[in-house]
């Protein structure tokens, strides 16, 4: 019992204007949809199916949801009609959409003015009506929402209430009377269920409806709007309106099949039923990341791929416990106006963030921020990684984004037990009803066994980020000769200082050409960077600037060099002395050729002798960092060793390709280059410490040389791809040899082996289902024939026995008898419908004997084919 309020206190009222304005979080009216849909799945109502239909019902268009679950009592329809009420919970792993109690009211006022429904449950049946056009005629100050009750037997129950709500129903709704809201329960196959229809439905000033029924008779479609820039026809939602926009946006049968992240419900609309897809398994090149939020104590599974039906169809699919709350959302380098993330899909189920109202956003929260964060940098990953590795396998081909794809598995519903299971690949055509039985894999071939288990929890992503891993090598390697760079710099300090008396600021600019930016490298800037290294009151700062490539500071040109290919200059001041360096980083790959830039001019200021007791109390320091540089100075000869050996080695086997190259004359070879220039660029300026630099002139017609075998080689490729065209047009032409033939008709003897199994295996199970429908159907027809044979006899005796004075008595009871028989002969001509396709119900009259008649014949029929 619910608790009542304290006396004295009043309870809060709800205005019927709440209706409408409650039902405009709903900007899209799909989403309204999907409200009423999410009834349907959630685990308190579990239907198998449901129907999304438009009819037309005295004159108005209505849309009506019908649906096989569980059903309502009064009670709980009350609560649904009501705002707030939300007990749902989950049940056997199936976790509830609902949150807030509120779908069912925002979703069906968004659509109509109207709303009626219809539930059984096997116990008792219901009718409520929740209605803005009725609360305006009454003119009521509270939300007023009659119900009533029935009980299996079709007489009232609650009859108080029930029959003040009738009469407003009857009043007020498309049902004139008891008989037609009863016959609308009937159309609820079976036990359990429920019905919704909705009129009075949004519409324009022209009178036109929301929704375009007309375009595509088995959908329902936002009508397209005209671009007046463009002049082309096409709906877009607000969010975008510079994207082109996915097939979802302005039609219910592509968004219902992308509605839920695995399908658990059948959805027919307009008598057809929606080809829903496993989102997460039907995009090709497929790859997993993980998400680690520091908020949550799991793993968050993130999948990748490419859409494989319309590359300009991107983004992230944002699913809520199992729902899509938001399609297509860019992010990462999808946000660019270039072709980066093209085609990319991103598939997460967000069940740590909370959703909206109308389940088509996300709270705005720090948590979300991070994880479109997190999203955008992982889905840059997935891009860097598959179009380097789809390139280095296809050079000539198209880009990663124009090849043709299909999905990396195939996968499907079974249309009985509504299990998804994984076929084998090369299957693509499917019958229109699929069953566990036409499974080529033994294993899943019947209806009872568990589906294929879900990927655990993933610790690690399933692929190697290389070119993420080679980006921070060749960072390191920067890094690293940077520091080699500033070592060497204060060592050179303390050699060549000079000393001379000025008024200025103790400050020595340094310039000097850093490690060449590498050809790949076109989007990454070099960030300044400061090494602070304090000797005994001596301190060296270095700053490296982003100059622009290509530029030389006019300091640098009136430089001397040293003998290890740079130079260093100090001004002593009391007690510190500050040395900054300026580096400019070139872009071009003929910048790798010039030794470190020269130093610019001295300039000192202090006393020589105050200088002098400087260096002697830092000679210890130096003393101990100049070993350390030795030792270092050691690896990286034997680095430098072994970089030569691998050069060597190379170089044979370049010698060995050259070779085969001369020789194969019918063979493509496929030559890829390689550029290292930080390898270079080390190995260089360690040679320089080293002081086994060559000259720039030798230098440079080595590298002037290098360029022209190039070019060479080059040329021989082209020659060669034009040798291997014309050789693959004469290879054509060739016929195939003997054993080739054999393999092939072998194959397709086992394909026609392996097709007619299946068939057999089909058809077998079609038949055995047959069995078991012409067993019961027999049963019932047996049943419902002697039934009517015992109302006719019935009605023959009540015709003949009565009399004068019980004539209104007669006729009273001869026609609840009527009623009776005309709903069993409804529901036997729902029946020889599946018997008999041709059989069109709504040419049939019910109260005659015809249904009789064709029930004798379909009996006779089904004994004659039984006998044989």
Request: net charge negative.
């Amino acid at each position: 019992m619910a608790a009542q309020p304290p006396s004295g206190i009043r309870l809060s009222a709800l205005c019927p204007k709440f209706l409408h304005t409650n039902s405009t979080s709903h900007t899209w009216p799909f989403s309204a949809v999907a409200e009423l849909i999410d009834n349907a799945y959630d685990p308190d109502v579990n239907a198998k199916q449901i129907w999304i239909d438009k009819t037309v019902i005295n004159g108005h268009i209505c849309l009506t949801f019908t649906d096989n679950g569980n059903g309502m009592t009064s009670d709980k329809l009350h609560k649904m009609l009501s705002f707030g009420f939300s007990d749902k919970v989950t049940m056997n792993g199936h976790v509830p959409v609902g949150l807030y109690g509120n779908g069912f009211k925002s979703g069906s006022m968004r659509l109509g003015k109207d709303a009626i429904v219809f539930t059984k449950n096997g116990e008792s049946m219901s009718v409520g009506f929740l209605s803005q056009s009725y609360l305006e005629v009454i003119k009521a100050e509270h939300v007023v929402v009659p119900i009533v009750a029935f009980n299996n037997h079709r007489q009232m129950i609650n009859l108080t209430e029930s029959k003040a709500s009738l009469a407003a129903i009857l009043e007020h709704s498309l049902f004139s009377t008891e008989q037609k809201l009863l016959a609308e329960l009937d159309a609820v196959m079976g036990k359990k269920g429920t019905r919704i229809i909705i009129w009075n439905l949004r519409s324009y000033k022209n009178g036109a409806t929301e929704f375009d029924f007309d375009k595509d008779k088995y959908d329902i479609r936002i009508p397209e709007d005209l671009d007046e820039t463009t002049g082309k026809k096409g709906y877009k939602k607000q969010e975008r309106m510079d994207q082109i926009a996915p097939e979802s946006d302005y039609s219910l049968r592509a968004y219902c099949s992308i509605l839920y992240l695995k399908p658990r419900m059948q959805i027919i609309l307009r008598g057809q039923k929606v080809k829903t897809q496993l989102v997460s398994k039907s995009l090709a090149y497929i790859e997993r990341d993980v998400y680690r939020p520091k908020f949550l104590t799991r793993t968050v599974r993130i999948t990748f791929g490419f859409n494989c039906r319309n590359k300009d169809h991107y983004g992230i699919m944002m699913y809520h416990r199992n729902r899509l709350i938001k399609a297509y959302e860019k992010v990462g380098c999808q946000l660019r106006a270039n072709n980066m993330g093209v085609g990319v899909v991103g598939i997460i189920e967000c069940n740590f963030l909370k959703p909206t109202h109308n389940k088509q956003d996300f709270d705005y929260t720090n948590e979300y921020r991070l994880t479109i964060t997190a999203l955008g940098d992982k889905l840059n990953d997935y891009w860097n990684e598959m179009k380097v590795k789809k390139n280095a396998e296809y050079p000539l081909n198209l880009p990663v984004e124009d090849i043709q794809k299909r999905p990396d598995q195939t996968w499907v519903q079974c249309d009985s037990c509504l299990k998804w299971r994984k076929l084998p690949d090369g299957i693509d055509q499917l019958p229109e009803k699929w069953y566990c039985s036409n499974n080529p894999d033994p294993q899943f071939r019947n209806c009872d066994v568990p589906e294929e288990p879900e990927d655990e929890d993933l610790v690690h992503p399933t692929y190697e980020k290389t070119y993420k891993k080679s980006l921070k090598r060749r960072l390191s390697v920067r890094s690293s000769i940077l520091n080699t760079k500033s070592r060497r710099l204060t060592s050179q300090t303390f050699e060549n200082s000079a000393y001379k008396d000025d008024d200025d600021e103790d400050v020595i600019i340094l310039e000097e050409n850093s490690t060449p930016k590498p050809a790949v490298d076109h989007d990454i800037e070099m960030k300044s960077e400061q090494v602070h290294v304090e000797q005994s009151g001596v301190q060296v700062e270095i700053v490296g600037d982003n100059e622009p490539c290509g530029q030389a500071s006019s300091t640098s040109t009136s430089s001397s060099r040293c003998d290890q290919g740079t130079t260093a200059a100090t001004q002593t001041e009391v007690p510190n002395l500050v040395v900054k360096k300026e580096e400019t980083i070139e872009d071009t790959i003929d910048a790798r050729n010039d030794t470190a830039a020269l130093a610019s001019f001295v300039e000192a200021e202090a006393k020589v002798h105050e200088a002098r007791e400087t260096f002697d109390k830092s000679a210890g320091d130096a003393g101990c960092q100049l070993n350390e540089v030795r030792n270092e100075l050691l690896l990286v000869t034997q680095e430098k060793e072994n970089f030569k050996r691998q050069c060597h080695t190379l170089t044979d086997q370049v010698k060995v390709l050259e070779q085969r190259l001369l020789e194969m004359n019918d063979k493509y070879v496929k030559k890829e280059t390689c550029h290292q220039a930080t390898e270079t660029d080390a190995v260089f300026i360690l040679e320089s410490i080293n002081g086994k630099s060559e000259s720039p002139d030798y230098m440079a017609s080595q590298y002037q040389q290098a360029l022209e075998e190039i070019e060479r080689l080059k040329k021989q490729c082209s020659a060669l791809q034009h040798v291997k065209a014309e050789c693959g047009q004469c290879s054509n032409s060739e016929s195939k040899s003997e054993m080739d033939e054999m393999a092939v008709q072998l194959d397709d003897v086992f394909r026609q082996l392996d097709k007619c199994s299946v068939e057999r295996d089909q058809y077998k199970s079609e038949v055995e289902l047959l069995e078991m429908e012409k067993s019961q159907i027999r049963l019932q027809c047996e049943e419902l024939k002697t039934e009517i044979e015992q109302l006719k006899s019935t009605s023959q005796q009540i015709g003949t026995v009565s009399t004068s004075s019980n004539i209104e008595e007669s006729i009273n009871y001869a026609d609840g008898e009527s009623l009776k028989l005309r709903s069993l002969r409804i529901n036997v001509g729902q029946l020889l419908a599946m018997i008999v396709p041709d059989l069109d119900l709504q040419q049939v009259n019910y109260d005659v004997d015809v249904v009789d008649e064709i029930l004798g014949q379909v009996v006779e029929q089904m004994s004659e084919i039984s006998s044989t």
